[in-house]
């Protein structure tokens, strides 16, 4: 079965709004996969999203229910098939823990979006403006619906 986890710095922002949009999007495309996302700092562990984050996607039919923070654990590279880093400096992390035996995939979320994305970082929007959450929204939306089509493909 195929699991996807998103990750982030501190997991209440960009790889929740991920896991929230992406549950949503593979559900409407009829996929049953599991679905979670982490960050690679244990700051909020056990917090809800960011509210900002939350009504952004709310506003955009999104669900967050039950979503709270957590670190990365070792355990995630066996459980998850897909494991997707909101950003490089993310993705270099997961790499440095990463256990020598991981088959999966492991990679920048934007690699599935628009040519625009592909590379690109999707900018923390913790410290940014109201706007942010919206760039973000954009950006995993795009992301989302390419691996979706790479998935079915």
Partial sequence: MTAI???????ICRSPTAEAVFRARAA???????????????????????SRAMEAGQMRGYDFTSQSARAVESLDFARFTHIFAMDAENLAHLESMKPKGYSGHLGLF?????AQD???D????YYGG?????IVLDMIERASDGLIAALKA
Avoid: M, Y
């Avoid at 934007?110 to 628009?114: A, E, K, L, P």
């Fill in 5 to 11: 986890l998103f990750v982030c710095l501190g997991n």
């Fill in 28 to 50: 409407g495309a009829g996929l049953d996969i599991e679905i979670d996302s982490a960050g690679t700092g244990a700051w909020h562990t056990g917090q809800s999203p960011d």
């Fill in 110 to 114: 934007t690699d599935f979006g628009r």
């Fill in 118 to 120: 592909k590379g690109q």
């Fill in 122 to 125: 999707v900018p923390d929007p």
């Fill in 130 to 134: 109201p706007h942010g959450f919206e």
